[in-house]
């Protein structure tokens, strides 16, 4: 174990009380309600945090890429996983199978017939049952079938070719009321045929404390609550206190009064914003604006800052997304106190294939 101080900038800390509690406090308010914990471990892609996760309580992870599920489940994180992205092309589809085969309660999500199918001809070529979500576009505008109707349309049709075991819907994120008004009516539409529907999922971290209020959810996904960044902060779904995630930086630079320059860019913090003010927040001075970056360079406004820190100063970035900030580094600082209690390799950097 080292000491804090001693880590060479920048560096990517997670305060593991933080954590801990954000761990649990989401495990307890869906149980609460009743709802399924299936976080989305794009946000850490590390197999010990997902372990902590599942001990938890979670029933289960999501992942979003290949890749990810390969790197989890030989760990043996999980052998309930969803994997929420269309698998296509023999190299996808080849690779997924023998995932099925090793992970019995794997499932993937399609909003199309041409990955329906594709995914049939790969079970009935491997022998292996494919388990399926048809995802629904409830107002976020990426992918996903866009009425109730297409989705109760293409359940029946994927669930109808071989190999195929239909198992539910899912959207990203919960939209109030769109949401609640699409999956009340595509329910309904399978109820009248008779087509049992297992599994309703939802997802997002800003939507996971009302989760509840779309009542036919069976469980949700979300991510970025085991570490919380800017975007959360501001959606009001967390505090300055809940982010777990900061990126400790020196000061090298203060070439005005008013500026000064980090030794984190692109490279670290992620050029995302997310419709925030900067490209993070700076803990120990809450005026200054981390205003532009480059790839080796964050350029920070102090103007607005009684206190100014001078050349040599270790500053706590907390990010504007902590999930891109993981998938930036080799690997992460577990820290507790002053003192570095665990250093984490991000298994599944890079595996967005």
């Not at 997802?203 to 989760?211: I, K, S």
């Amino acid at each position: 174990m080292s000491a804090v101080k001693e880590l060479d900038t920048p560096a990517v800390t997670i305060r593991l009380d933080i954590m801990e509690d954000n761990i649990r406090r989401v495990q307890a308010h869906l149980a609460k309600h009743g709802i399924g914990n299936r976080p989305h471990i794009k946000t850490h892609k590390i197999p010990a945090i997902g372990k902590l996760q599942m001990q938890a309580g979670a029933m289960g992870i999501t992942c979003q890429k290949i890749g990810e599920v390969e790197v989890f489940v030989d760990a043996g994180v999980a052998d309930d996983i969803l994997l929420t992205f269309n698998i296509l092309g023999q190299a996808k589809t080849d690779r997924l199978m023998a995932l099925c085969r090793r992970a019995p309660g794997l499932a993937v999500v399609l909003d199309n017939e041409v990955v329906a199918r594709e995914l049939s001809i790969a079970g009935a070529r491997h022998g292996v049952d494919v388990r399926f979500l048809v995802e629904c576009d409830t107002g976020f505008g990426r992918t996903g079938v866009q009425t109730p109707a297409a989705a109760f349309d293409l359940a029946r049709l994927a669930a109808r070719l071989p190999r195929m075991q239909f198992r539910g819907l899912m959207t990203f994120p919960n939209r109030e009321p769109t949401t609640r008004e699409f999956f009340e009516r595509a329910l309904a539409l399978f109820k009248g045929a008779g087509m049992p529907v297992p599994v309703v999922s939802g997802g997002g971290t800003p939507a996971l404390f009302t989760a509840q209020n779309i009542p036919m959810l069976t469980e949700h996904r979300a991510g970025t609550c085991v570490f919380n960044d800017v975007m959360v902060v501001s959606s009001g779904t967390a505090t300055w206190d809940n982010c777990a995630m900061r990126v400790r930086a020196t000061v090298v630079s203060r070439p005005t009064d008013g500026r000064a320059i980090l030794d984190c860019g692109t490279k670290v913090l992620t050029s995302d914003q997310y419709g925030q003010k900067g490209f993070g927040h700076v803990l120990e001075y809450p005026e200054a604006v981390v205003g532009n970056l480059s790839e080796e360079h964050g350029i920070v406004d102090l103007s607005a800052c009684a206190e100014r820190p001078q050349v040599g100063e270790i500053v706590h970035v907390v990010p504007n997304h902590c999930c891109v900030v993981s998938n930036m580094v080799d690997e992460l600082y577990g820290v507790r106190g002053e003192a570095v209690e665990v250093v984490w390799p991000v298994a599944a950097r890079g595996r967005v294939r």
